[in-house]
């Protein structure tokens, strides 16, 4: 099984520069997200879906769009790369949270993204 | 707002002993709670899911408890060896499907 796939793993971009992080599942899972993870500052979250067509912002959303046409595809849009953009993305997915009970979360492998 | 405290930060051990990971949190109505590995330059690989129902879980070598009334979850691997050398983050779900994750601990373990 792929599980969560994330490209391209590597980028650098200049400043003003627009690119999509791509992000897949092949698990059916309801629920995919967005985090960023910088030193000293651990996972922070971006954005949020938990189904096709629902998209909400996390704690970092500014900078960044998303889209979810799809169950499968959550793409993550850097409108205008700035250097404070700079950062490994991390795309992450999971079965719909029902109440008193779980799910195991997935992490694609990352993408390190540079912004000069 | 949950706040999710992991100590400590950092930790070195020889190998073999056994070690405790510790995380704190600080609202109790959490539905699950997980443990994860990262290793550098790598993805976060889950270890261990625990229910608010349960008070632990095994795999292996680990086992991870909960005590929600506390706001703890500790993280405890038996024999430690340098493949286990990652760092060790633990995230709390109170049900918003947001989980909250903790900053990590990094550990490293020499031969």
């Known amino acids: 099984n792929a599980g969560v796939t994330q490209t391209p793993k590597f980028q650098v971009l200049k400043t003003g520069q627009s690119m999509t992080l791509q992000c897949a599942q092949d698990m059916n899972h309801e629920y995919m997200s967005w985090y960023r993870q910088d030193p000293g500052m651990g996972l922070r979250l971006i954005h949020y879906?938990?189904?096709?067509?629902?998209?909400d912002q996390g704690e970092v959303p500014n900078g960044y769009n998303v889209s979810r046409s799809t169950t499968e595809d959550f793409p993550l849009r850097l409108l205008s790369a700035a250097p404070s953009q700079t950062s490994v993305y991390f795309c992450?997915?999971?079965?719909?949270?029902?109440?008193?009970?779980?799910?195991?979360?997935?992490f694609g492998e990352g993408s390190w993204l540079t912004v000069v | 707002k949950q706040e999710v405290t992991q100590i400590p930060a950092a930790l070195s051990v020889p190998e073999g002993e056994n070690l405790v990971l510790n995380c704190s949190f600080t609202d109790s109505a959490i539905y699950n709670l997980q443990w994860f590995r990262q290793d550098p330059g790598k993805g976060l690989t889950s270890l261990l899911l625990i229910q608010s129902s349960q008070r632990e879980q095994t795999s292996g070598r680990l086992n991870a408890s909960l005590d929600k009334s506390s706001g703890r979850s500790t993280l405890y691997i038996a024999a430690s060896q340098p493949g286990d050398s990652a760092t060790y983050l633990c995230?709390?779900?109170?049900?918003?499907?947001?989980?909250?994750f903790g900053r990590g601990t990094s550990l490293i373990v020499h031969p």
């Open positions: 992450a997915s999971s079965k719909r949270q029902d109440p008193g009970s779980g799910n195991t979360i997935y």
């Open positions: 879906s938990v189904g096709a067509g629902i998209t």
């Open positions: 995230a709390v779900n109170g049900g918003s499907y947001i989980p909250t």
